[in-house]
């Protein structure tokens, strides 16, 4: 009888086992169309890509300057019921040294600050700060990364390059309202 049970619990073991491997998510799909090629002939992205795409593609430097970015927590506090109602537009590219040094903090504040960062349209340019379909045309695209915060369609204010203070003051300064430029506006 002990064997009879002892079989069993393997049995319910390995049945668990292998339902958590057939449950693991496979990696995004990245159409032809997404990828294009840098000044020196290396693969980029360009165009409109989810952020499941971008993390993928980008998993080299990605998850660990996110790690690594330190949330100003009590900032987050006052970041969150500002973000009501609000998208976001992100331009990034993911040959950009800026772009990999800023981007991961800009969503990490984004996710602690319970924004569904699955919402943040993510447009990746190439070097010229362009994409196949024109997707940075009136936009006044001048440097990368640029996040866009808007509000019933209309453009509240935008981080471009880098923080003037921080990420998080420079985002809680667009969205309480307050006077921000930045660091190019003039």
């Not at 049945?15 to 294009?36: D, Q, R, V």
């Not at 795409?53 to 790690?67: L, V």
């Amino acid at each position: 009888m002990k064997h009879f049970y002892l079989f069993l619990l393997l049995i319910v073991l390995s049945c668990n086992s292998s339902n958590k491997k057939s449950n693991a998510s496979s990696p995004p799909i990245i159409p032809e169309s997404l990828l294009g090629k840098d000044w020196e002939g290396n693969e980029i992205l360009v165009g409109r890509v989810s952020l499941d795409q971008m993390n993928y593609y980008t998993k080299e430097w990605m998850q660990t300057e996110y790690d690594f970015y330190p949330l100003n927590t009590d900032l987050i506090e006052n970041i969150k019921p500002l973000l009501q109602g609000k998208s976001i537009v992100l331009y990034m590219g993911t040959w950009c040294e800026d772009s990999r040094r800023e981007v991961p903090g800009m969503i990490k504040i984004l996710n602690a600050s319970g924004f569904d960062i699955s919402t943040i349209e993510i447009i990746a340019v190439d070097e010229d700060k362009r994409t196949p379909d024109g997707l940075e045309k009136n936009v006044d695209l001048l440097n990368i990364p640029t996040l866009l915060f808007f509000e019933n369609g209309k453009e509240i204010n935008r981080i471009v390059e880098f923080p003037v203070e921080s990420l998080e003051l420079d985002i809680l300064s667009i969205l309480s309202g307050k006077e921000y430029k930045n660091a190019y506006a003039e």
